[in-house]
């Protein structure tokens, strides 16, 4: 794959944001280019990259950002549920075809940053966010899940 | 029986809700039919050659009378007065409209049904042994552990794309009726010496183009780390299962390509990594389910009959399962009239069969991977009225796991992907098998017929499959012999060059006849294949 220095989103496509800090300003390097310097505070993981390689740097990273090259590719889920349960606490960014119906899923996976290809109908979005009023599964979000309020004391 | 909370049932409408919103979307034409088409799956609708199909998810196979009912209403309401019972343990229609589709899921949702995940490239319904809570044989009943799983995969954010499809099953016998070795994964619920409770997981089996038996990955999980491990084995998937070519997508090639100890490495790494996470439901919530599955209050009563006639009697004999109370019986619901299309029941026959499940059966219902029926519960002494009601409407066939008890898929008569037609075939070789006396001869043998190469007839499972194919623009079928679901799995060999219709049909009663020749005393087709090999019969059919 071509490496370009612009690699990444800048803040103005992310279009749905649910964080307070200042968002990452400079572009982002690709996983190998992560592991090899030790500067880069901002990364891009591709379909096929391990996220895991990027635990021993979780520190340093402010932003990662998770491609989509197709909705129907979900590996990117995966990705983003390892790096938080790993702790990381940073921005995490799905970009390329992400689609109205998978941002509720995405939010539960640990995205708090949405920089779609094409801009997404804002009333359609928050639609979607709020899709699942309760949930069944424990994920990378904090929410109590349907079997946690069925027992809580 | 489960039944749903405000939780669950807020779940279900929420899903509805939804799907009615991806459709207006869909006709405003803000999605596009690729963006529209995986959202649709997920809903469990099909473009089939002529309509939608429906497919509604039936949870390992349980129902009750009332969503039976609700079952025939919408097979009226919205279809042409029939429903199709398919090896998945599920329900579909096939003249369906897209503008109805949200409408009929709304009808489902009001009897705590759905139609959630029974396609697309997600954790599709779970089935389980249909005999579950009835079978004598079961360590326990394993609809709870279905039920925590299917809550579970309900809308799991992290499983919803998949490489490929993915099949659950769970059993809790030695014997395995459901098929459970050719899942995606496949559990059986046991004991260990020290009496606890947990799960065998076996992992990548599957029929389709590749037929796999899932080899054991873990002896014994133990029953409260049964969600962390599952979601270990997902993970792994969802991470490395192919995605560049979907006839090499499922797990069954991951775990393949990998080798089972590699595979089982890498999930019981993520499985001790979850585990720290904490991704299992409380304790308390397996043991809510369960109390949902206490069995009925049986009572004692008569444990023989008047046999007098002998219609009744041979249903009795081929069509009742033992029981675990000693007074009942299993007693399976032919959907296989001789002649008669597999699986398919009409809206009357399902509110005739509602209506013996709350009157003789503690309201319960079971759809068998077969494409039958079941009354899981039946006292004894109630299976004259039983047999008699069952008789009047078409549903006596007594053929459970004869040659008239076929498996086959919808093929060309509905489904796009086949290439050939399987309907057909099933009711001229039923009704020759039934006209002729020889089904009874034969005795146990499980025909299965697939239209195509994707299996769904689990053609690879029969004691004979046959599968069709495309030759050159005709119809044409490989006959297969020495398959089996069951504890004694194994794969079907093809005997040789493919016959034309008439051709197969010819040849199946060719291979009765090796086998009626050469059978030990209590052998079954299968147990006499097994014993003399394939050149026998080979000899026959090609010699």
């Known amino acids: 794959m071509v490496e370009f220095r612009d690699l990444g989103t800048s803040p103005d496509e992310v279009q749905f944001r649910f964080r307070d800090d200042e968002p990452v300003d400079h572009g982002t390097v690709t996983v190998d280019s992560c592991c090899d310097q030790t500067n880069a505070t901002a990364v891009r993981i591709e379909p096929g990259d391990d996220a895991r390689l990027l635990l021993p740097f979780l520190d340093r990273l402010a932003l990662v950002e998770v491609n989509f090259p197709s909705f129907t590719d979900g590996r990117g889920y995966s990705a983003a549920r390892i790096l938080r349960e790993a702790g990381y606490t940073g921005e995490l960014r799905a970009v390329g075809d992400v689609l109205i119906d998978q941002l509720s899923h995405m939010r539960r996976c640990g995205f708090d940053s949405f920089a779609p290809d094409r801009r997404l109908d804002e009333d359609d979005a928050a639609r979607a966010f709020a899709t699942w009023e309760q949930v069944y599964q424990r994920a990378a979000d904090t929410r109590r899940t349907i079997a946690d309020k069925r027992h809580e004391a | ?543």
């Not at chain 2, 079978?135 to 954010?157: G, I, K, N």
């Not at chain 2, 999980?221 to 490395?240: C, F, G, K, M, S």
């Not at chain 2, 499940?357 to 004259?384: C, G, K």
């Open chain 2, 1 to 543: 029986m489960y039944k749903y909370d405000q939780y669950d049932q807020a779940m279900v409408d929420a899903r509805v809700e939804e799907f009615r919103d991806q459709a207006r979307r869909r006709m405003e034409g803000s999605l596009s039919e690729d963006q529209f088409k995986p959202l649709r799956l997920m809903n469990g609708l099909y473009l089939q050659l002529h309509a939608y199909m429906l497919r509604v998810a039936v949870p390992y196979g349980t129902l009750n009378s009332r969503q039976l009912e609700a079952l025939a209403d919408i097979a009226e309401k919205y279809d042409r007065g029939y429903g199709h019972f398919t090896t998945r343990q599920n329900i579909q229609y096939n003249w369906i409209k897209l503008e109805d589709a949200a409408d009929i899921l709304a009808d489902l949702a009001k009897v705590e049904m759905h139609a959630i995940q029974t396609s697309g490239n997600c954790i599709r319904n779970i089935s389980a042994d249909h005999f579950a809570g009835a079978a004598s044989d079961e360590v326990t009943d394993p609809r709870p552990y279905a039920e925590l799983l299917r809550q579970w995969s309900s809308f799991h954010p992290e499983f919803t794309y998949l490489p490929r499809k993915f099949k659950f099953c769970v059993i809790a016998s030695e014997k395995d009726r459901a098929a459970m070795r050719l899942h995606d994964i496949g559990i059986r619920i046991v004991q260990n010496a020290a009496g606890e409770t947990g799960a065998q997981f076996y992992v990548g089996g599957g029929m389709g183009r590749t037929p796999m038996i899932a080899p054991l990955i873990r002896d014994f999980v133990p029953i409260d780390q049964l969600i962390t491990y599952a979601e270990a084995a997902l993970r792994v998937y969802n991470r490395y299962g192919r995605r560049d070519n979907k006839f090499k997508a499922r797990i069954k090639i991951l775990v393949h390509e990998l080798g089972a100890a590699e595979y089982t490495r890498q999930v019981e790494e993520e499985f001790a990594h979850l585990l720290s996470v904490g991704v299992e439901p409380p304790h308390e919530e397996l043991a809510r389910i369960a109390a949902h599955f206490v069995a009925p209050a049986f009572v004692d009563g008569p444990k023989t009959l008047d046999r007098s006639d002998p219609d009744f009697a041979l249903w009795v004999d081929r069509n009742t399962h033992r029981h675990k109370h000693d007074a009942y019986v299993s007693a399976v619901i032919s959907l296989k009239p001789a002649g008669g299309i597999p699986g398919d029941a009409t809206a009357q026959q399902m509110r005739v069969i509602a209506k013996l499940a709350r009157n003789y059966s503690f309201d319960e219902l079971r759809v068998m991977h077969t494409q039958n029926l079941l009354l899981p519960h039946v006292r004894i002494a109630d299976l004259p009225a039983i047999w008699a009601a069952l008789d009047a409407a078409g549903l006596a066939a007594p053929n459970m796991d004869t040659i008239e008890d076929i498996i086959a898929c919808p093929g060309l008569d509905y489904c796009s992907l086949a290439n050939a037609r399987s309907i057909p075939l099933a009711q001229r070789i039923s009704e020759r098998f039934a006209k002729s006396g020889r089904t009874e001869v034969v005795g146990e043998l499980k025909l299965k017929i697939s239209g195509c190469i994707n299996a769904c007839g689990h053609h690879h499972a029969g004691h004979i499959g046959i599968l069709g194919v495309d030759r050159k623009g005709t119809e044409n079928y490989q006959l297969s012999l020495g398959g089996s679901e069951a504890e004694d799995v194994s794969l079907a060999k093809i005997t040789g060059p493919g016959f034309d219709e008439d051709g197969v049909i010819a040849a199946v009663e060719k291979v009765t006849d090796i086998y009626l020749a050469a059978r030990a005393d209590g052998e079954r087709f299968l147990d006499t294949y097994r014993r003399i090999g394939m050149e026998p019969f080979k000899e026959a059919l090609y010699g």
